[in-house]
């Protein structure tokens, strides 16, 4: 049922490239815990899942990016563990992150080391001189790029989850998404007061990568596309996840199931 998140099904409705891309990223998803639950795939899971993987690298490649660089380490680990004797899970997590950095730096030219920031940069530049100042997140600029970025995480992170807020709307359409996004920040707030220390020292390595990916591509997401409504739109590529997360077990939402039930 979060695909049915309002701003997602708007977003998503279509013919665009988030159309497309999210269709391939949730059934990318799914192969992915089919594996997990399984551990293993027939033909007809691995070949559905390359073709849409190529198809999601042709549309949207720092999508598969990201996805490479936080499941790739998870599935080698997984691999190794299974039909190997190396039990341990920092030596293949380790070893994937530096096969899946090494395979990108010579898959496209923006993944190069000297040249990954500055696309950053240049596209975070762009969207901020092409908008509206009340209709960006409003971020502080300073001269290095590195260091402008860093600082900005943490507002990254908060814009790429939640921004626009409620009273950051310019027009109807923003103000409601605000409303939405409103709601979305209580009920993970409420969650956060829900987890135990136990809960986060026995995460399993799949939600682990899960967090990892929302993480990354909210606080990229919302650096390099700094417009409201830009940002909404990308948040395709992840904010499904992330609702998925906040409204399992939430609560809240087991209460209002549980009276229905009854």
């Not at 300073?142 to 507002?155: G, T």
């Not at 830009?230 to 609560?251: A, C, D, M, N, Q």
């Amino acid at each position: 049922s979060f695909l049915y998140f309002p701003s997602l099904v708007f977003w998503t409705s279509g013919v665009l490239k988030e159309s497309i891309a999210w269709c391939c990223l949730a059934v990318i998803m799914g192969i992915i815990i089919i594996y997990y639950y399984t551990n293993k795939l027939n033909v007809w899971q691995l070949i559905p899942g390359l073709v849409l993987l190529f198809i999601l690298w042709s549309i949207k490649y720092h999508y598969v990016a990201v996805l490479a660089l936080c499941f790739f380490p998870f599935i080698l680990s997984k691999t190794l563990k299974s039909y190997t004797k190396i039990s341990g899970k920092l030596y293949p997590v380790v070893l994937g992150v530096f096969f899946i950095i090494s395979i990108l730096m010579f898959s496209h030219p923006n993944f190069r080391p000297g040249r990954i920031m500055s696309v950053i940069q240049e596209n975070h530049e762009m969207i901020q001189e092409i908008s509206e100042q009340d209709k960006t997140v409003g971020f502080i600029e300073m001269e290095n790029p590195y260091f402008n970025f860093l600082v900005k995480i943490p507002l990254s992170l908060f814009a790429g989850l939640f921004m626009p807020l409620p009273w950051q709307g310019v027009n109807i359409l923003a103000f409601t998404t605000g409303i939405l996004n409103f709601i979305l920040l209580i009920f993970f707030i409420k969650k956060l007061f829900t987890l135990s220390i136990t809960d986060l020292t026995q995460i399993s390595s799949l939600n682990l990568s899960m967090a990892i990916y929302i993480i990354i591509m909210a606080i990229l997401m919302a650096y390099t596309t700094p417009n409201f409504g830009t940002l909404e739109r990308y948040k395709t590529s992840y904010i499904g996840f992330f609702i998925f997360w906040v409204s399992y077990g939430h609560p809240f939402l087991s209460r209002i199931l549980l009276y229905k039930k009854q």
